[in-house]
């Protein structure tokens, strides 16, 4: 894919521990010790289930879903899919304003979310109050709904009318990755115009105990939460500033999951996107490795051995993130890139998946 077709993104939102939008997430950022994250607590009504669980727990602080929607028709929603209207919103607004788009311009959108499970405490909650002797006659249809895994990216089309390809991309922390895989080759092959693209995890007891139970993340590294979009378009859509191009994306699977294999599988990856893109490694200003603070750290850096540019561990800076840490190793690309920068972003997932992006960091950040 060419530089001058790779699809652009226009504008982006983000929601994590430190706050909503670009500049609490840049600021974040420049802080990255661990010891620095903010600690902001889970719901009051949720704090007695965390007891117990190893390690340290941060929320998005203060959220409330009717800051950013209507309140009619929130009732029910679960948080993964608050979070993901929240930033969708917030994105479709800005681009909105910046943009100058129509009504009838954003019903063609299109919606491609990384998520691992969708909600997983909706899924459990629903299921245990059916054994427990509700029975399924007697559960709230209105929350059914948020245990399907594409209630979030469902819903952000509903509220905002938006009539294009919807799907859901579950890869374990590389769901994002395929999510922009998706997106961009919708666009690239007419079938898409505009993409909202991201990744969604809430916090829940649920999910805290199952990370802190595999073990794969370290116990130094905070159970946290986000949700990150992007809007991916192909080149004259709209007049928005360009943040960046994305010459290129793609996932693997490493079927020996030895150090070894993760490692090799990962670098085959790593060296095809370049070469589509036309990047050679000495010429990557920024790389944003997506498994430090796990057990799958070293061998991410086994290979990305050859690359001395500067690194940005997010989860260091925003805690484990489940299947958002895509999108946020994008949004951190673009928060402390500069224009003309190239920034490679690589992650691996222990069921053997692995990824790579480049992105170009355009003069519209």
Not at 87 to 115: F, H, N, P, Y
Not at 124 to 151: H, K, W
Not at 235 to 248: I, Q, R
Not at 329 to 358: E, F, K, M, N, Y
Request: charged share 15%; aromatic share 4%.
């Amino acid at each position: 894919m060419s530089q001058t077709s790779a699809p652009r993104i226009t504008d982006i939102s983000v929601l994590s521990v430190a706050g909503l939008g670009m500049d609490a997430l840049r600021e974040r950022l420049n802080v990255p010790a661990a010891d620095a994250l903010p600690q902001n607590p889970p719901p009051l009504a949720d704090a007695g289930d965390y007891t117990g669980i190893p390690g340290r727990i941060s929320a998005v602080p203060s959220f409330r879903i009717t800051d950013f929607v209507p309140r009619k028709g929130t009732k029910n929603i679960d948080r993964t899919t608050a979070l993901g209207l929240a930033v969708s919103a917030t994105l479709k607004r800005a681009l909105t304003e910046r943009a100058g788009i129509t009504d009838d311009s954003w019903l063609s959108t299109g919606v491609a979310m990384g998520s691992m499970v969708g909600s997983l405490r909706s899924s459990v909650e629903l299921d245990s109050r059916v054994i427990e002797g509700a029975g399924i006659d007697l559960v709230n249809p209105a929350q059914f709904p948020n245990t399907t895994m594409n209630c979030c990216a469902s819903q952000i089309a509903i509220w905002h009318r938006f009539s294009g390809p919807n799907s859901t991309l579950a890869n374990g922390n590389l769901s994002a990755f395929s999510a922009l895989q998706y997106a961009a080759r919708l666009i690239s092959r007419g079938h898409g115009q505009r993409m909202l693209v991201g990744g969604v995890e809430e916090l829940s007891p649920h999910t805290a105990w199952g990370i802190r139970s595999k073990k794969i993340v370290h116990e130094t590294v905070p159970v946290s939460e986000a949700a990150a979009v992007f809007a991916l378009e192909p080149e004259g859509l709209s007049e928005a500033p360009v943040l960046a191009t994305v010459p290129a994306c793609a996932v693997g699977f490493a079927p020996d999951r030895s150090a070894g294999g993760y490692s090799d599988a990962l670098r085959r990856v790593i060296t095809g996107v370049l070469r589509q893109a036309g990047v050679e490694g000495t010429a990557v200003d920024l790389v944003l490795p997506g498994s430090e603070g796990t057990v799958l750290a070293a061998a991410e850096q086994a290979a990305l051995a050859g690359f001395t540019a500067e690194r940005v561990d997010v989860r260091k800076a925003l805690g484990e993130c489940g299947s958002a840490t895509g999108a946020l190793q994008v949004a951190a690309a673009l928060a402390v890139g500069r224009p003309g920068d190239t920034a490679l972003i690589t992650g691996i997932d222990i069921s053997g998946a692995v990824g790579a992006a480049v992105l170009r960091i355009g003069a519209g950040t």
